[in-house]
């Protein structure tokens, strides 16, 4: 040792000197499977006219619909494919669900857009049990 070395010890007491990130007790993990309520959300293509009537018109259906709160919306993939979510084929719920997302939240106080060129291509998928229940109340079908 030379004049001025830091001699380093072991300042912790005997029994936690051993102490590891391992514990000492078995460890029961669960992960919780993928819902199985995947909704998909696809416009058919063509440019729906968003008149005034129209769009009062979906704001009723959606105050019917009772839809609170926000939901989160994910463009579909091919991991959401695989797992089949039905395909709303409702007009109403769609147009409600697409124009009123933004960024990928679905939130139901959100009003409407009144673009309708944003629904060019626009497939977005949500797990979200409250919006699978008003898909699967409505026209749907399996998305392949």
Same mark, same amino acid.
């Given at each position: 040792?030379?004049?001025?070395?830091?001699?380093?010890?072991?300042?912790?007491?005997?029994?936690?000197?051993?102490?590891?990130?391992?514990?000492?007790?078995?460890?029961?993990?669960?992960?919780?499977?993928?819902?199985?309520?995947?909704?998909?959300?696809?416009?058919?293509?063509?440019?729906?006219?968003l008149t005034n009537?129209?769009?009062?018109?979906?704001?009723?259906?959606?105050?019917?619909?009772?839809? #609170?709160?926000?939901?989160?919306?994910?463009?579909?993939?091919? #991991?959401?494919?695989?797992?089949?979510?039905?395909?709303?084929?409702?007009?109403?719920?769609?147009?409600?669900?697409?124009?009123?997302?933004?960024?990928?939240?679905?939130?139901?106080?959100?009003?409407?857009?009144?673009?309708?060129?944003?629904?060019?291509?626009?497939?977005?998928?949500?797990?979200?049990?409250?919006?699978?229940?008003?898909?699967?109340?409505?026209?749907?079908?399996?998305?392949?």
């Open positions: 040792m030379q004049p001025g070395d830091i001699l380093c010890e072991n300042t912790l007491p005997g029994s936690l000197a051993n102490m590891s990130a391992r514990p000492r007790t078995p460890v029961s993990r669960q992960v919780r499977p993928i819902r199985d309520t995947w909704v998909a959300f696809t416009w058919s293509g063509f440019r729906p006219r009537e129209r769009l009062a018109a979906l704001d009723a259906a959606w105050a019917a619909f009772g839809f #609170t709160g926000c939901a989160l919306l994910q463009p579909v993939n091919e #991991t959401v494919r695989r797992l089949s979510p039905l395909e709303c084929r409702d007009d109403d719920v769609v147009l409600n669900v697409l124009l009123r997302s933004r960024s990928g939240i679905l939130l139901g106080t959100s009003p409407l857009l009144d673009d309708a060129s944003i629904l060019r291509g626009l497939v977005l998928a949500s797990d979200d049990p409250r919006l699978y229940a008003i898909v699967s109340s409505r026209s749907h079908r399996r998305l392949r």
